[in-house]
């Protein structure tokens, strides 16, 4: 069963970038589809960004593409999502997610068993 720990959260000014980080231990990591998804208060969680198991294919919310980048490494079992051009609508907790699926990545929070505790990210106008 994987552990997933979420960091680089933080506060940051409208049209700047932050990476988030995701180490996973406890399993093996490359049998696990990751993703990430983020709540922002009064809302449900939502979906951001998905990867396989390979790494060879991704997936996006509309509201991120072209300005989210979702990746992963395998020698540090940890999955990263570089986040540019951040808008205040982007002000949420984000969450990191992983699933032992192969094929359709899930963008449904159901489709996702293991979840990190989160990290705040702030983006001010």
């Known amino acids: 069963q994987v552990q997933l720990v979420e960091s680089g959260g933080g506060y940051v000014q409208a049209g700047g970038s932050l990476r988030l980080s995701c180490a996973a231990s406890g399993g093996t990591f490359n049998n696990y589809a990751m993703a990430w998804f983020r709540q922002a208060p009064g809302k449900e969680r939502e979906f951001v960004a998905t990867?396989?198991?390979?790494?060879?294919?991704?997936n996006y919310a509309d509201s991120v593409k072209g300005r989210f980048t979702i990746s992963r490494d395998s020698a540090k079992n940890t999955v990263y999502l570089q986040m540019n051009s951040l808008k205040p609508e982007d002000t949420a907790i984000y969450y990191c997610a992983g699933a032992q699926i192969r094929g359709t990545l899930p963008t449904r929070r159901d489709g996702y068993d293991y979840w990190g505790q989160g990290t705040q990210v702030t983006v001010s106008s």
């Open positions: 990867i396989s198991r390979s790494g060879r294919m991704t």
